[in-house]
């Protein structure tokens, strides 16, 4: 997929870093700064997003914005969409005079015409896979925000199954919230896993523990790029059982050990001596209380001369605003959904819990895939 710069979601690959790794510029969004009128018109957009959201999605799924695209700069009228669609031209019209007055249509003399705001929607990968995660996954859930807010517990949850969080259904979520779920994560993740391969594998690790393996993608690299590397995938035994079969559709699974663990059961240590510790969009999921443990026995179960290597979606070191608008607005999926005490945290908050816990930033390194940020903790 290609982004524009001025559409992309791609982070800033930019040197100049603060002597705490965070990155040397703030973020600032460009509607903070309107004023009078103009304020106010964006303060209704978000009193009306949600009605905007469902509008523009139906528009997209159900074909519209495809017709209108096919009919080109002539544009097309809500009769002549009405021949070619299962909707009303009554229907039609409330559709599109949502879309129109969120600038993804444009009307002439009564036919609407597509704007590049609705080329997005119709064409963009990016676009598309955020849309259905937040129809699929969080939609529903998020209605429960401000109890869960209250509680730090993911109440609404309850909308796709019933798991105390989200981590111990993942691999049975009902459809569709099971493609959209992985679709967007893998679409972040999966993106910067071929650029962080060689920093990972500089030292040459013999040992390298996986900390999160998910399905097992990041262990399949890994063992396909270092023929004598050995993995020990750490995760919950449901996730553990999809890595294995990842690994074994490969022919892979000799140089892999699996090790079922609560990541919460802060009285279980991890396996030692490892020379390298990856752990992928997986802090992410957890409390900065339960980082914080999980830096710890991190830190125990280094080799000496090893490497932490924190490979996450920091909003603080994107270059683009959309990119940190992006990441800021997945926070409240982690509340309401996933953990209810998680979020998508600044790189200082990471950097100085791992600190607190034995372990010093060697190295970091932004720009990689997406949104992505490498860094890379050594002893203290």
């Known amino acids: 997929m290609h982004l524009e710069p001025s559409a992309s979601a791609a982070p800033r690959s930019d040197p100049e870093r603060t002597p705490e790794g965070g990155a040397a510029h703030s973020v600032e969004f460009e509607p903070a700064r309107l004023r009078g009128l103009a304020a106010r018109y964006e303060a209704q957009k978000i009193a009306f997003a949600p009605v905007v959201f469902q509008c523009v999605r139906v528009a997209w799924k159900s074909g519209l914005l495809a017709l209108i695209d096919a009919a080109g700069k002539t544009g097309a009228s809500v009769e002549e969409l009405a021949t070619h669609s299962k909707l009303s031209a009554y229907a039609i019209g409330v559709v599109l005079e949502s879309a129109l007055s969120a600038g993804v249509l444009r009307r002439i003399d ?213 990119a940190s608008y992006c990441l800021i607005n997945t926070s409240p999926y982690f509340t309401a959904i996933a953990s209810g005490n998680s979020k998508m945290y600044e790189s200082s908050a990471i950097i100085d819990c791992a600190a607190a816990h034995g372990l010093r930033l060697r190295e970091s390194h932004d720009g990689l895939g997406i949104s992505h940020s490498l860094l890379g903790f050594e002893h203290a």
Request: proline residues 5%; hydrophobic residues 45%.
């Open 110 to 322: 009564g036919r609407y015409v597509l704007t590049r705001v609705g080329d997005n929607v119709l064409h963009d990968e990016l676009t598309q896979i955020n849309i259905d995660y937040v129809h699929d996954v969080c939609y529903q859930g998020l209605f429960a925000l401000d109890a869960c807010l209250r509680e730090e517990k993911p109440l609404g949850l309850k909308t796709l199954g019933d798991w105390p969080t989200l981590y111990e259904g993942l691999s049975v979520l009902p459809e569709p919230a099971r493609t959209s779920w992985f679709a967007f994560d893998h679409h972040y993740s999966d993106s910067a896993f071929g650029a962080a391969l060689p920093h990972v594998f500089a030292r040459r690790p013999r040992t390298l523990m996986d900390i999160g393996a998910n399905t097992g993608k990041w262990a399949l690299q890994c063992l396909r790029h270092d023929p004598a590397v050995r993995l020990t995938l750490l995760d919950l035994p449901i996730q553990l059982e999809r890595a294995h079969a990842t690994l074994t559709a490969a022919g892979l699974e000799a140089r892999a050990a699996l090790h079922p663990i609560d990541l919460l059961d802060f009285a279980h240590d991890f396996p030692a001596g490892a020379d390298a510790i990856w752990m992928s969009q997986f802090l992410t999921c957890f409390s900065i209380e339960a980082v914080g443990q999980i830096f710890r026995r991190t830190a125990a179960a280094l080799a000496d001369g090893g490497t932490v290597w924190v490979l996450d979606t920091f909003w603080d070191r994107q270059r683009y605003e959309i």
